[in-house]
């Protein structure tokens, strides 16, 4: 019998238990001994359940020499950490001759390392989560498909949004918190949100982000609505799309989310530069009111309409009202807190999912391009449900693509060697076609070419 | 007869051309040899004009054996460098042991040194010019008074703004760039806006703070409008208003300016944080429409109103008319422009100064104070008219009380050492009164007190 393949895991969050289920499923057949390793044993305990092959180890990723150790004796390293840790990782990782998987965006860093690891042989996939991610490998391969039958591609847009299940949908907002609440917060902030139409390029800023947003309807799941990502034009290399007319890429939030998110966006409070007076003691009124104009005899709840111009009785005023945001009782309960950080604090009341709650994964690309003279359109979208709230549908769309292309890196399936992305179709047809076992697939339909054509959307 | 006084001014910019002019007016008297140095020997001259008793020495300010020596052999050194070239001079100023004089803001790096500047017997006053600096002293002189009185402070309101003269005032927006444009189209940013009213802390966030303008009313001025300052807070401690009830500064526009520049700030043409595309070739219209929806069967102009409401008849409209946001023959012609640099280009078309305008320093403080059981309120106000495109309003309040105060320095008038502002009585008032012989003077009125209190807001 020989030795069993060792994968190290670094990094016990949320995200990883679909990918230990997956490769613990697999480890009897495949040969795998799993190590999870984590600085909170509980989480790592609370992960690998009644799994099998799964060895805990628990250690602080600056502890120089068991992190060199463990990675020493191991045949593939995936690190779960948060991006910023990876790069300790990767030196071990080269040091040591060991493949690498990660579901972050590549940074300098680790790009500057690609000569070394290709000169070693080693496989480093990044970017193999969700979005980062599927949208990659699915987007390619549409993208390939159309190109090798000699399509011109003239529109690309691509929106991906975390949201709650429709059994789940339970609040005004439509809206609950499926990952990291901060990210949600912040949304939109530090840059311009820019991108091509029809050839013109294209700039949102943050004060208007949340009024500019595109509806969307993807199959069975009604209509949507999605607002702009900063970085729209950030794979329009890497994805072949130099000369492309339009392109786009967007989140996806149920319709009205952007309308009245644009409150908070407005009143200031998703700012996360400043710390704010007084936050420990400060009542969710008083939060809301110190950004309105100082007028004693109306209330807060006057001002804040006649401020943002909101009747009171639009469902504008009902999503404000669920959320207490004018509740004199409650405390923010936060020392030096920023705007962003009383919100989040504000909205995280109402918001967490609830144990018997389920997320939902939407994911749509719209491809338009032109063969033999004649304009057409694919939309392609993938919805996926959690099962519970271990194997989230985040967990899942995150975590499978991990554990599949790192078994099949160990098992010599893929091979280039570099500090890559998955966008080469001997990475993506395998690990979409193994994805789709798990319910985690796309549906195409083909629809007529809109573009941004007035002839056409007049016609 | 005594050797003559060196006075080393760095730094020939246009607000040191009624600070030269005082010195070299006072230069026979007073025994004053002013060296003028600079970069730019044109600039220089034309500075000095016909004025007598100025040498100008070029030089830049890195070439450290030059400027050492011009500092070693002065007797007090003026910078009207850029602030953050202040460093250098100070380090000279403290190693040879001279007094030195700036109109910018204490920087910690120059700060730091106070106690090596006291221990020389250096006075190192700074924040001497308008805002800071005429701000500073005519503030402190009410305040001193009211507190001599034995009254309580409850509010303080400061305004200063930088506008074109009423017989100059020729355009739309009733506003021309009297100095750096550039401030100008950048105002607001990289902070939020804090001030206290009525005991409440108030953030104004970018995105409204130009919707949030307070109505003034300056003597036979007219009505004006003004908003916040991000640093409201700034001087609580020095001016003592530690429990004040109502803390505000804010910047001086003619009404309707902030309605206006609102357009700029919703659209995202005064972000300065980032580079468009093709900026060079780029026309005004196509400008404005990279910041619009993407529309085909509508122009820019509709677009334009539409996404902002602004009716076809509404003054808002004449003013973007009048600066040809719409023009698509004016090209912007810069490289890799950022919507503010591109911003400044169109509004610099129109907003420039012409040979024949003059400028208008506006500046308001408003005092409300407990004095014997009763609330009262002093508003106080100046106003300032330029001679010329030389001796604007701006080069008189910016450049006379620098000069007043080196002078008394170089007397022996002032003698308390250290990095300081001018926030005390032995400083405040000279300097007041000699500033009044060149008609930068106070209007104090007596009003009734508003405050914020509603009672009375209502009776």
Known sequence: MSTKRKVLIIGAGRSASSLIKYLSDKSTKENLQIILADIDLEAAQKLAGDLQNI????????????????????????????????????????????????????SPELKALDDEVKAKGLVWMNEIGL????????????????????GKMLLFESFTGGLVAPESDTNKWNYKFTWNPRNVVVAGQGGVAKFIQEGKYKYIPYQKL??????LKIGEYGNFEAYANRDSL?????YGLKNVLTLYRGTIRRIGFSRAWNIFVQLGMTDDSYEMENTEEMSYREFTNSFLPYRPHDTVELKLRNYLHIEQDDILWEKITELELCNPHKKIGLKNATPAQALQ??????????PEDKDMI????????????????????????????????MAKTVGL???????????????????????????????????????????????????????????
């Open 55 to 106: 060895k805990i180890e628990i250690f602080d990723i600056f502890e120089e020499s068991k992190r060199s150790k463990l990675i020493k004796d191991s045949d593939l390293v995936i690190s779960m950490l948060p991006a910023r840790f990876h790069m300790e990782v990767a030196k071990d990782c080269l040091k040591y001759g060991k493949h690498m998987v990660t579901a972050s965006y590549i």
């Open 131 to 150: 979005d980062p991610g599927i949208d990659h490998m699915s987007a390619m391969q549409v993208l390939d498909r159309i190109r090798d039958k000699g």
């Open 210 to 215: 949340f009024r500019r947003s595109e509806i």
């Open 234 to 238: 950030k794979y329009r290399e890497a």
């Open 345 to 354: 604090k504000i909205l995280m009341d109402k918001w967490m999912l609830q």
């Open 362 to 393: 939407v994911m749509l690309h719209i491809f338009g391009y032109e063969l033999n003279g004649e304009k057409k359109q694919i939309e392609s979208h993938m919805v996926v449900i959690g099962d519970d709230q271990k194997y989230t549908a």
């Open 401 to 459: 693509p991990v554990a599949i292309v790192s078994l099949k890196i160990l098992n010599k399936e893929i091979t280039t060697p570099g500090v890559q992305i998955p966008i080469k179709k001997e990475v993506y047809e395998p690990i979409l076609e193994e994805l789709s076992k798990y319910g985690i697939l796309f549906k195409e339909e083909r629809t007529k070419y809109l573009g941004y054509n007035p002839d056409l959307l007049w016609g």
